[in-house]
């Protein structure tokens, strides 16, 4: 667990690794599973991940809803996240997703996901929390 101030707001992560393990090398390596900050603050989601050697990168995203008989949407495209992330990532292993001035509405299960010419692969959650309630986050550090 650590602390970070960052001018008068206090972000706080809950540290740990999270990898979901495919078959054949495919893997999303997070930075962090679980995440709680302020509302109003900027939150970088970090992941890595590895696929075959022999594929190529077709596509990269984040997303939060995935039903069971649709691909999932892509944040990027999702009007009310205009303007509001950004994808950090290289497009070839690293792909870490920024959200700025965080709305409770940001609470969600963020997850990457990766196409390539061979395969596709996704991560589970990471869960991010938004409060806007200091004694919410002294309850999570107790």
Same mark, same amino acid.
């Given at each position: 667990? %650590?602390?970070?101030?960052?001018? #008068?707001? !206090?972000?706080?992560?809950?540290?740990?690794?999270?990898?979901?393990?495919?078959?054949?090398?495919?893997?999303?390596?997070?930075?962090?599973?679980?995440?709680?900050? !302020?509302?109003?603050?900027?939150?970088?989601?970090?992941? #890595?991940?590895?696929?075959?050697?022999?594929? @190529?990168?077709?596509?990269?995203?984040?997303?939060?809803?995935? @039903?069971?008989?649709?691909?999932?949407?892509?944040?990027? &495209?999702?009007?009310? $996240?205009?303007?509001?992330? @950004?994808?950090?990532?290289?497009?070839?292993? @690293?792909?870490?997703?920024?959200?700025?001035?965080?709305? &409770?509405?940001?609470? %969600?299960? $963020?997850?990457?996901?990766?196409?390539? #010419?061979?395969?596709?692969?996704?991560?589970?959650?990471?869960? !991010?929390?938004?409060?806007?309630?200091?004694?919410?986050?002294?309850?999570?550090?107790?």
């Amino acid at each position: 667990m %650590a602390l970070r101030t960052a001018g #008068s707001v !206090l972000v706080v992560f809950l540290w740990s690794v999270a990898v979901d393990l495919g078959q054949d090398g495919w893997s999303v390596t997070y930075t962090h599973q679980r995440i709680c900050t !302020l509302k109003g603050s900027t939150v970088n989601i970090s992941c #890595s991940y590895t696929y075959p050697s022999d594929h @190529e990168i077709k596509n990269t995203f984040w997303f939060i809803k995935w @039903e069971s008989d649709m691909d999932p949407e892509d944040l990027s &495209l999702v009007s009310r $996240y205009e303007s509001h992330i @950004e994808y950090l990532g290289d497009k070839k292993s @690293e792909g870490s997703l920024r959200i700025t001035d965080l709305r &409770l509405s940001d609470s %969600a299960g $963020y997850r990457f996901r990766f196409i390539t #010419s061979g395969g596709k692969f996704a991560g589970s959650p990471v869960s !991010l929390t938004v409060t806007g309630n200091l004694s919410h986050i002294s309850h999570i550090l107790l």
